[in-house]
């Protein structure tokens, strides 16, 4: 998981994969996401991030690939959630905004 917790920033083709041998389907609980920019950031720009799930052993459900304040300093452009194989997926791209990415989808 990446932290953005700075003003300014800029992000430009980011990819992240959740651990693919979580040892509980309780994973997903604990709200993890691929990238995260701090709720108190009031300008930033993220292009191109994607958050990538293939959960081998347990079927985990992530809530969201994603999180960012609604702020309309803060954009994204062009960001993906993607189901590589396995079990669970991710629910959400960002926050509770985009399709889920699960087995058959």
Known sequence: ???WNGN???AYFYQSEFPYDVTQAEYGDKAYSAFV???KVTN???YGLGAYSFFRDHTVEV???IRAPSTPGVTL???ISVFLNGKGGIK???DEA???VQSGT
């Open 63 to 65: 809530e969201s690939g």
């Open 37 to 39: 920019v701090n709720d």
């Open 92 to 94: 959400h791209i960002v």
């Open 98 to 100: 985009g399709s889920s």
């Open 8 to 10: 300014n920033g800029k």
């Open 44 to 46: 930033f720009e993220g």
């Open 1 to 3: 998981m990446l932290m």
């Open 77 to 79: 452009t062009n960001s």
